[in-house]
């Protein structure tokens, strides 16, 4: 999935059909602004650099369920562990991925830097 947002319908300002009046539609812009997809393009990298380094039992069933595209009962039937056991290895290791890029974006310092420090 790329950083764009879909667009959508919106309505502009709304009013009561009893009124006579119709609503007009407007297709919303809902892309993300450059400060976004720089945010989006440094947790990415964070991610990808943490991958690196979480234990092979949760990087496999991770790697299969978000970079291979694959169900949780595709993986439990590809690595032979219950369809129960895949789920929690990939809650865990998001969890675990989700502390340490918390943990870099913020830095030791608690100074955030992503997004310029915003």
């Not at 790329?2 to 919106?10: N, T, W």
């Not at 234990?55 to 993986?75: A, Q």
């Amino acid at each position: 999935m790329g950083p764009q947002k879909s667009r959508r319908l919106v309505p502009r300002r709304r009013q009561s059909r009893s009124d006579g009046e119709q609503v007009r539609w407007e297709i919303a812009d809902t892309k993300a602004n450059p400060a976004e997809l720089h945010a989006q393009a440094e947790v990415q990298a964070i991610v990808k650099d943490v991958m690196k380094d979480i234990p092979e039992m949760y990087k496999r069933p991770i790697t299969m369920r978000f970079e291979d595209g694959l169900e949780y009962g595709e993986i439990a039937h590809t690595l032979r562990k219950p369809l129960g056991t895949i789920k929690s290895l990939i809650h865990r290791g998001k969890a675990l991925i989700r502390q340490e890029v918390e943990r870099r974006a913020w830095g030791v310092d608690g100074a955030h830097v992503l997004a310029g420090g915003c």
